[in-house]
């Protein structure tokens, strides 16, 4: 059984003439670009630890496979906004699990994709803690609700916003919580 005992985040940019290499660039940039990454979905594991990337990236070897939250948002378009984000939010506890989301878009600021991506992540775990809240409500008044139920202790997001490159180059923008047993 794989269960990740350890996990870190990471964000990166890259520009190219072709897609893939601006998607390569921004892995490099993120310090991932050695891994065989493998996207999975949104369960931060009971009992994982987050740690610094240089701590993680140290425990992790050349090619290896590498399980991997990621949000992906590439453009040609110059001048065009675009964002990555990860989101978390962790119940109280360490017996229980947590929720991880991933964002991606265009026309946001870092902070915007970050608190929605941290949005989605924490109303996901709200829904399955049995927490009551108003979906029409903005994020602050239901972080404050998520807080006060004692239920849910910790949010956070990572994100990565760039504008698309002059001269018709790809950009791409990466925001990843990268997996460790």
């Known amino acids: 059984m794989y269960v990740p005992r350890y996990i870190f985040f990471t964000k990166g ?32 594991p009971p009992g994982c630890k987050i740690i610094e990337p240089e701590v993680g990236l140290a425990k992790l070897e050349a090619g290896e496979i590498t399980h991997c939250v990621m949000a992906k948002q590439e453009s040609q378009e110059p001048g065009r906004r675009l964002v990555a984000s990860i989101g978390l939010a962790l119940p109280e506890g360490n017996e229980r699990y947590g929720y991880l989301s991933e964002h991606h878009g265009f026309g946001q600021t870092e902070i915007e994709a970050g608190d929605f991506a941290e949005d989605i992540a924490a109303s996901m775990l709200a829904t399955t ?16 609700i998520y807080k006060m139920s004692g239920k849910i202790i910790h949010s ?3 994100s990565k916003a760039a504008l698309g490159a002059e001269g018709r180059l790809w950009t791409t923008v990466i925001a990843a919580a990268i997996f460790i047993k």
């Open 156 to 158: 956070q997001h990572i």
């Open 13 to 44: 940019v890259g520009t190219d003439k072709a897609k893939l290499a601006s998607f390569e660039n921004a892995l490099r940039d993120a310090g991932i670009a050695h891994l065989n990454l493998v996207q999975v979905s949104s369960i931060f």
């Open 129 to 144: 803690l049995g927490i009551e809240f108003d979906p029409e409500k903005d994020y602050d008044e239901r972080r404050d």
